[in-house]
């Protein structure tokens, strides 16, 4: 059984920077790709950016190289670094795993004020 635990997000303002943190446990195959999604209201869940057990990574183009994903597999976590942020970055970002079937966290709240 995949578990997702995300972490990281908060308040911050326009420019800032976040990193959120996915912690992750489960079977290894089930666990080889990990992917960050943002969901605003009233609109489905995005795909922001990807990232497998060999490093291999996929970012969505709006991302603009404002984001990295990477990988820490001795601690099992995924962070999703976001600089220069904007109040479009607003969202809750969650965490995924679809290897076994769809695997979500709880979200984590980012809020960019202006």
């Known amino acids: 059984q995949v578990r997702l635990v995300e972490s990281g997000g908060g308040l911050v303002q326009a420019g800032g920077s976040l990193r959120l943190s996915c912690q992750f446990s489960?079977?290894?195959?089930?666990?080889?790709?990990i992917n960050w999604y943002r969901q605003t209201p009233g609109n489905q869940r995005e795909l922001v950016a990807s990232?497998?057990?060999?490093?291999?990574?996929y970012l969505r183009d709006f991302v603009e190289g404002r984001i990295t994903i990477s990988r820490d597999n001795a601690n099992s976590t995924v962070d999703l670094q976001m600089n220069a942020l904007t109040p479009e970055n607003t969202a809750v970002y969650y965490c995924n795993a679809d290897n076994c079937g769809p695997t979500w966290g709880k979200g984590t709240q980012v809020t960019v004020s202006s």
């Open positions: 990232i497998n057990s060999n490093g291999g990574t």
């Open positions: 489960g079977d290894r195959l089930c666990t080889a790709s």
